[in-house]
T-cell receptor, first 113, second 111 residues
């Protein structure tokens, strides 16, 4: 969905490096999410934010941190990347009223060597 | 290579046939269900949703059926086309808290 953009689209890094993945949206949604996708495991929630001052841990937050710089921007950081963080990362947004229908960005493919 | 157990269930159908993708959900209190389609190299794309006060909802070429008694959700795609080849995910939520995604089913449409 072009309304949700992610940068970079692909990244290769080394163990121990700090990495930031960025997400921007023009949908005017208050709620934003970060997911990770691994083969055969579906989408797992890392962190979510219901507004600029609200940050919540998801199912698999260990090793990650987030920053909600503005309504339209939500970044995910890996403080010290490790190989098992190699995955596809997706950002999503939803409207203020509900988590229900989430709109996803194109994804970032991260490889940690 | 991939480990055993990480392969997605795969449904193979011929072009023009109808497809049925099934999903078992876990939370009997879930009140909202949604199907996403994910094509290779792209993010999940919304297809259709249904609330727990309904048992059927139709869209363009797609129908979602909900059976709360056995906690089962299905997605029916009529006259399946090559462009329907993708991975399909169901997701459930309770009171708008968070979406819980299934592991996905790969649909392969053959000519």
């Amino acid at each position: 969905d072009a309304d949700v953009t992610q940068t970079p689209r692909n990244r290769i890094t080394k163990t121990g490096k700090r990495i930031m993945l960025e997400c921007s949206q023009t949908k005017g949604h208050d709620r934003m999410y970060w997911y990770r996708q691994d083969p055969g495991l579906g989408l797992r929630l890392i962190y979510y934010s219901f507004d600029v001052k609200d940050i919540n841990k998801g199912e698999i937050s260990d090793g990650y941190s987030v920053s909600r710089q503005a309504q339209a921007k939500f970044s995910l950081s890996l403080e010290s990347a490790i190989p098992n963080q190699t995955a596809l990362y997706f950002c999503a947004t939803s409207e203020r009223q509900s988590t229900d229908t989430q709109y996803f960005g194109p994804g970032t493919r991260l490889t940690v060597l | 290579g991939e480990s055993v157990g990480l392969h997605l269930p795969t449904l193979s159908v011929q072009e023009g046939d109808n497809s049925i993708i099934n999903c078992a959900y876990s939370n009997s209190a879930s009140d909202y269900f949604i199907w996403y389609k994910q094509e290779s190299g792209k993010g999940p794309q919304f297809i259709i949703d249904i609330r727990s006060n309904m048992d059927k909802r139709q869209g363009q070429r797609v129908t979602v059926l909900l059976n709360k008694t056995v906690k089962h959700l299905s997605l029916q795609i009529a006259a399946t086309q090559p462009g329907d080849s993708a991975v399909y995910f169901c997701a459930e939520s309770y009171s708008g808290y968070a979406l819980n995604f299934g592991k996905g089913t790969s649909l392969l449409v053959t000519p």
